[in-house]
């Protein structure tokens, strides 16, 4: 089988509805070889992880159809990408509240990093992890990753090629003091 992020428009769901969405879309294809990993809800899409055979994907997509209509899928492979290419993905991602996939693509940054590089872009991987956790309404976990990255990000340099780094600390700041998780884009 191979493993695909499901996009459906959002009626009208909440973080809170995360794990009620994933029993549903596990009821709804039930009868199909596929499985429904999780459920993350963004403003405006419904991320479902999952995995299907790749000629049964159309009929998942139609199953799954009472809980939104498709915005997109994406196939989730290993990918070897260039670092400048990993950090603009990685930035679309999470200003698309597509925060999964920007912890992918700035791991496969992270991996052709070193140093204090290594460590800034793990900051920026723990802040979009924290998000996804929110999400899935794990607040908690959410806010338990922002002390992480806040280590992680330190003292580096206020810009991150076009990442303004005190920005993100600023936002991290007024969170932990808020005990609440805020998206905002970077």
């Keep these: ?13 909440t973080p809170t509805d995360s794990r009620n969405l994933v029993y549903k879309a596990r009821d709804l294809c039930s009868e199909m070889n596929a499985s429904v990993r999780v459920a993350r809800v963004a403003s405006n899409f419904v991320e479902f992880d999952v995995e299907v055979e790749k000629n049964e994907l159309d009929s998942l997509v ?6 939104g209509d498709l915005d997109n899928a994406r196939h989730i492979a290993e990918e070897d990408i260039e670092k400048e290419k990993g950090i603009e993905d990685g930035i679309f991602y999470f200003n698309h509240e597509r925060f999964w996939e920007c912890h992918e693509a700035f791991e496969g940054v992270w991996k052709q990093c070193y140093g204090r590089e290594k460590e800034l872009v793990q900051g920026i991987i723990l802040l979009a992890v924290a998000f996804a956790h929110c999400q899935k309404n794990d607040y908690q976990i959410g806010l338990g990753m ?13 810009m991150y090629h076009n990442i303004d780094i005190d920005r993100i600390r600023k936002k991290i700041i007024e ?10 884009e970077i």
């Design 1 to 13: 089988m191979a493993r695909y992020m499901l996009h459906l428009k959002n009626k009208e769901f």
């Design 62 to 67: 139609e199953k799954l159809s009472p809980l």
């Design 146 to 158: 922002l002390d992480r990255a806040m280590e992680k990000l330190g003292t580096s340099p206020a």
């Design 175 to 184: 969170m932990q003091k808020s005990k609440t998780l805020t998206i905002f």
